[in-house]
């Protein structure tokens, strides 16, 4: 069969963690799952056509052509709770345009399936991971065999939505074809703190351990790729798309100490001379790990810090404290890899006085960067189960029915208003980013006019933008 798979750009939505000024200038990132599904399908025979109209600032009109041009028979989209309708928007263009069926994917279908296809624009739903299951839809589309063998979908029949028998975890993750990038605009992706282009994106293992209230990806079965596997996609990315530096989006890639050793040995036992990144507990790094890390080309580790008032950590479930914080930001330091901090705003028991306490923390930590986002209660999470009640309501649930219920989420036990959220957000970031020895360090760091131009203009819409 023929697959065009879609990735559209969402603009600003509500709800979301980051303010405008941030979400503007945050950077240009590859469609990680979306690439890997478009791998999938090509690695059991299909014909597919990877279109990210983000990267590209596509039209409509233009995606349109696209498609026609390609001439598939079906359509796909990722979409999450937050973006649904931005994505719902695009499918129902390109459906009323093409007469194809529509099928999404996401962690969001196994949320929501009931009411996510309630809308006219969707046709089949993609429950859980997709490796084995979109291979064997689209088998049974083709052949006419019946849906409802096939686990992990949903489809309609009439006006019943059906929702099919779970499916299983993928447990060997070496078995799951790479991410197909040979049709991604590589040379434009970007984070507002990259160094070098082409710049791409990976995951190294599946799942999280941990039980912070405010993450989806918690308490979910932990599944790694061997060294080996990892750094074969590292080789191909850096020989066959020209790519020079790696983020890893796993939510926690220190967790198996062995594991990211084994990565680091393999990279340098090859020679491939990449940058990369990473996102880190504070308790799961040592000595040992980082100083491989650094030998390997990790330069930036993105630290999960949230507060610095130990009882909004204790409430948060993030199991840290201050202490264990100021020292492996210190051992990071040591070992030549710079520091990202993530701090969170508006999270439950927060204050002005909490915020105050937050921002004086990250600056004490001397963090090369950090972030100050907006508590976002997403579904999935223990913290909307908290919110629920206060309530009334599953509101996502009623928001996916109709996009005229959509409101500005509260935050629990935080009295602290959305537009006080945002001027405290915005505060932080000044406070942090708009000293002499933050922006002496900055200059001295910027390596291209193109880094110095991103920089400027993430700036100028920090102060001057509402």
């Not at 109209?53 to 026609?68: G, Y």
Request: proline share 4%; hydrophobic share 35%; aromatic share 10%.
């Amino acid at each position: 069969m023929r697959i065009a798979l879609i990735y559209p750009p969402f603009g600003n939505i509500e709800n979301q963690p980051n303010i405008k000024a941030v979400a503007d200038n945050y950077g240009l990132f590859p469609p990680l799952s979306l690439s890997y599904v478009a791998g999938i399908l090509q690695h059991a025979g299909h014909k597919v056509k990877l279109i990210d109209a983000n990267a590209l600032h596509l039209s409509k009109q233009e995606v349109l052509k696209k498609v026609r041009d390609f001439n598939p028979d079906l359509l796909a989209f990722t979409v999450t709770t937050y973006l649904f309708y931005s994505v719902l928007k695009w499918a129902k263009y390109l459906k009323e345009n093409t007469g194809l069926k529509v099928f999404m994917g996401g962690a969001h279908m196994g949320l929501y399936p009931q009411e996510t296809m309630s809308h006219d624009e969707i046709d089949y739903g993609i429950i859980g991971e997709a490796e084995e299951t979109m291979p064997e839809l689209l088998s049974a589309l083709d052949k006419g065999n019946p849906l409802k063998d096939v686990k992990g979908i949903c489809y309609k029949e009439g006006k019943n939505v059906i929702v099919t028998q779970k499916r299983e975890l993928v447990e060997d993750l070496d078995k799951i074809p790479f991410p197909l990038r040979d049709q991604l605009p590589n040379e434009r992706y970007c984070s507002f703190v990259s160094k070098k282009r082409n710049f791409a994106t990976m995951i190294t293992a599946r799942g999280c351990p941990f039980n912070c209230i405010y993450c989806e990806q918690g308490n979910q079965i932990y599944r790694m790729r061997s060294a080996k596997n990892v750094v074969d996609e590292i080789e191909e990315c850096y020989n066959n798309y020209n790519i020079r530096e790696i983020d890893f989006f796993d939510p926690e890639f220190t967790i198996n100490k062995k594991h990211v050793v084994d990565i680091c040995k393999e990279i340098r036992r090859r020679g491939i001379n990449i940058a990369w990144s990473c996102r880190s507990r504070v308790d799961t790094v040592d000595d040992e790990m980082l100083k491989e890390m650094s030998k390997a080309g990790c330069y930036r580790i993105y630290y999960g810090i949230e507060s610095g008032v130990p009882s909004i950590l204790k409430t948060l479930k993030k199991g840290i404290n201050l202490e264990i914080i100021r020292k492996n930001i210190a051992l990071t330091k040591k070992n030549n890899i710079m520091t990202f901090g993530y701090f969170m705003i508006g999270s439950p028991g927060e204050t002005k006085e909490t915020i105050k306490r937050t921002v004086k923390f990250a600056k004490e930590l001397n963090l090369d960067y950090a972030q100050f986002s907006k508590v976002s209660t997403l579904p999935g999470t223990e913290l909307y189960e908290m919110l629920k009640p206060q309530l009334g309501y599953d509101y996502w649930k009623k928001f996916i029915l109709n996009e005229k219920n959509r409101i500005i989420l509260p935050r629990y036990k935080c009295k602290l208003s959305e537009e006080e959220i945002e001027k405290e957000v915005r505060k932080a970031y000044i406070k942090f980013y708009f000293r002499l020895s933050q922006l002496m360090k900055k200059i001295l760091r910027t390596k291209s006019f193109d880094e110095l131009r991103r920089d400027f203009k993430a700036a100028l819409s920090m102060v001057f933008s509402r």
